[in-house]
């Protein structure tokens, strides 16, 4: 893992290309997804019927295989053991309790003039759920995609997750039971995405398309988008670790390794202006990763994108936090609130020494698909606000046609769109329909 200063030479440099997430294959990746969606368009379930036999190593696999029902769902719900199934209710609950606080509420006021303004509140009518199934399962994404549509009152929620040989993962079918998810395929890629997005003869076009992918799935997401909604594009998953060297080196250590072990291009970022304190963690991690399941992945991912930064103080770090915008943001320091102030670009905030990230991920209650590779500068995270439709309410009164028409003729005269002027004037002269 590379360690930099943020007082020697060649700093800039150096965390420029930490954090520099632009890929050289994103052109081929871009022009093999645009074919895949062409083909998907063209030619509906024939098409991700065979993606779906190539690329998941499904090659004799039928289209009325891969949609899996409600009760299979239920089955494996019931099939966990008591404790998992209890975990992964609790946490749907707390998922729920925090999307509730977020619904947009409708407003309705009159302003001075009696002029009736306001928004109405609709939720979206359909929304597709994608779920990785690759080389991990997370049924947390499926809560935390599929719960928050659910409490914004979407009327049908179709998931697609790839299904790798033909297997299943168990606990994803059982957390699609607990969402509530209404149809469910075992189709994965570039081809789910378009399915969603176009439809096709069993798969119903949807108006959202939710969920994490790899590169492949994002591609096809921010070519499709403007055809549905998107939430976000999503890469690689990264952590920036605020420390001030006054919590346990080891709890930096294996945050560093929960964040590393999703993939060989996970971000683990450390800035604390304590030297002994980066010594620590560093030989804290060399001591540890050896027992970690996944040390091969992890040694990938710290090698490649992670790093120990000294800063000269918190003040600096947070200059820091707020050039690499990260998907997630731990405070590890003796006051976390004190550094809020400074903070304008983090996808979650985990504040103080007893809130590792892996909280959020799972059951705090606030969603984990959150911006990354620096799109915290500009977006949110997952919420059931996004799952919810503003209509602008506009009921203007007899005064306030007086009032407005003046202002409208003026400034659409100005644009040289007169009948736009016209029709503003003829409600200020008092002209009654019929």
Known sequence: MRRLDTAAAGFDAGFAALIDRDSPAQTEIDARVGQIIAAVRERGDIAVLEYTRELDRRPDVEFDALEIPRSRMRRALEGLGPADRAALEAAADRIAAFAESQKIAPVRYHDDDGNELGQLVRPIERAGVYAPGGKAAYPSSVLMNAVPAKVAGVSEIVML?????????????????????????????????????????????????????????????????????????????????????????????????????????????????????????????????????????????????GALIRCADLDQAIDLVNAVAPEHLELAVAAPGALLDGIRHAGAIFMGHRTPEAFGDYCAGPNHVLPTGRTARFSSALGAYDFQKRISLVSASEAGAERLAPIAVRLAEGEGLYAHAAAASARARGRRAG
Do not use: C
């Open 161 to 305: 997750s790839p299904a790798p040989e033909g297997v299943v993962n168990e606990w994803v079918l059982a957390a699609a039971a607990v969402a509530g998810v209404d149809r469910f395929f075992t189709i994965g890629g570039a081809q789910a995405v378009a399915a969603l997005a176009y439809g096709t003869e069993r798969i119903p076009e949807v108006d959202k398309i939710v969920g994490p992918g790899n590169a492949y799935v994002a591609s096809a997401k921010r070519q499709v988008f403007g055809r549905v909604g998107i939430e976000s594009v999503a890469g690689p998953s990264e952590v920036l670790i605020v420390a001030d060297g006054t919590g346990d080196p080891e709890w930096a250590a294996l945050d560093m390794f929960a964040q590393a072990e999703h993939d060989e291009m996970a971000r683990a970022i450390l800035v604390s202006p304590d030297a002994d304190y980066l010594d620590a963690v560093d030989a804290a991690v060399k001591r540890l990763i050896s027992e970690q399941p996944r040390a091969a992945i992890i040694r990938a991912a710290l090698a490649g994108h």
